[in-house]
């Protein structure tokens, strides 16, 4: 039997719990500890999955081969950095960094001691996105949409970092080219951060996406439509179910002459345990994940730049060669 990747999580707030649950229902996983400057809560948390309460993350070096990094975004540098150094393959939670700098840092760390590095853009194993990769050919038009109610818990960073960079992760991904400008405009609400912002990203190879982010909406939608020369596709992330519109030339439906019309559904699934389940598999075969710290980086690349066009005023952002 393969050796138990020794693992653990550092942070187990809301969704740094949920880690703590994954890890220790897989066979293949020895959740070592958890960790949270909150005591009574890594202590409650620790109880619940059988495992031991840490209040300082430093504790764990040398006892570890892989962790979750869920604290708040800000503090994501410092503790992945500490476990790199420390030949320690980690999961970060998203935004992986809040700059360029860092996350350039993390990414040549892990280069140069042969480690992992996965961002946790859940939304990559969603049932609907996985679906889309056998569909998706080369995307002209993308319009998202990405609005949820108001979580007090969200705001220590803007709008963009906390919710739109999942579809600017998933755009990057379907398109595959080279953005190279972005309008952008936002405004906080509620909290010091922005909390609506709207970009339109243009790409070198034509395709335009316009992706929407709102965290003061009266209700919760994930929604995302993208067109292609022969078909089009709308995504609803929350019900995993997809409408495919493609050309057909025995067509038969009465709303779109010449087209044919399938609805697309899929069970829930369980995210989450799949992207746990897909970093474990990485540290163990120590093979690609599936979100690489560079794919992190190119997302966050363009969350700043969209944040950098709002601090500053409306208008075109030209990004460097």
Do not use: W
Request: hydrophobic content about 45%.
């Amino acid at each position: 039997m393969d050796k138990k990747i020794r693992a653990a999580v550092v942070g187990v707030g809301y969704l740094g719990k949920f880690h703590a649950e994954k890890y220790a229902a897989m066979a293949n996983v020895d959740l070592v500890g958890v960790v949270d400057a909150e005591k009574t809560r890594a202590e409650a948390v620790a109880a619940k999955v059988g495992t031991t309460a840490f209040t300082d993350y430093r504790d764990l070096l040398g006892k570890v081969d892989a962790v979750s990094v869920v604290v708040h975004t800000p503090a994501h540098f410092e503790v992945s950095r500490t476990f790199l150094e420390n030949n320690v393959d980690v999961l970060i939670e998203k935004p992986m960094t809040t700059d360029l700098a860092e996350a350039d840092q993390l990414i040549d760390i892990a280069a140069q001691r042969d480690l992992i590095i996965q961002v946790g853009y859940l939304e990559r194993f969603n049932p609907a996105v996985v679906a889309l990769r056998d569909i998706i050919k080369q995307p002209m038009f993308i319009e998202s949409h990405r609005l949820s109610i108001y979580k007090p818990r969200c705001t220590d960073v803007s709008v963009v970092l906390d919710l739109m960079i999942h579809d600017i992760d998933i755009i990057l991904n379907f398109v595959n080219s080279k953005v190279k400008s972005i309008h952008a405009a936002g405004i906080p609400v509620i909290s010091a951060e922005v909390d609506i912002a709207n970009a339109r990203l243009e790409f070198a190879n034509g395709c335009v996406a316009n992706v929407a982010a709102s965290r003061i909406s009266t209700r919760n939608e994930r929604k995302i439509r993208i067109f292609q020369r022969d078909a089009y596709m709308s995504v609803d992330f929350a019900n995993h179910n997809i409408t495919l519109v493609r050309q057909a030339e025995e067509g038969n439906n009465d709303l779109v002459p010449g087209t044919d019309i399938r609805q697309l559904s899929f069970d829930s699934g369980d995210a989450l345990d799949d992207e746990i389940r897909a970093f474990v598999q990485s540290v163990s075969q120590r093979s690609t994940p599936e979100v690489t710290g560079k794919m992190g980086r190119d997302a966050l690349d363009i969350a700043l730049n969209i944040m950098n066009q709002i601090s500053k005023t409306s208008g075109q952002f030209q990004l460097g060669s």
